[in-house]
């Protein structure tokens, strides 16, 4: 999968933005070619990874950063 600039511009490693989306405890499709994976970087700090055409043979890692308050919600919900 390859991972955008656009990804990296907040200094998250690429194994971290991996490690999050492997294994998010949350998946939300944003709409039909954007999908956001909650999901703990290697040290355990929470992440929002947006994956853009998740689907394809295409998939790119286009957003990653610090989980923000408003996906909290989305973990406890299931």
């Not at 933005?17 to 909650?38: F, G, N, P």
């Not at 994956?51 to 295409?58: C, I, L, M």
């Amino acid at each position: 999968m390859e991972i955008r600039d656009s990804a990296r511009k907040r200094g998250i490693a690429d194994a971290d933005l991996i490690h999050a989306i492997r294994y998010a405890v949350a998946i939300l499709d944003l709409d039909d070619d954007i999908r956001m994976y909650l999901g703990p970087d290697r040290s355990g700090q929470l992440l929002e990874v947006g994956v853009a055409d998740p689907d394809t043979d295409e998939a790119r890692v286009i957003h990653g950063m610090a989980l923000r308050r408003n996906y909290r919600r989305f973990l406890s919900e299931g």
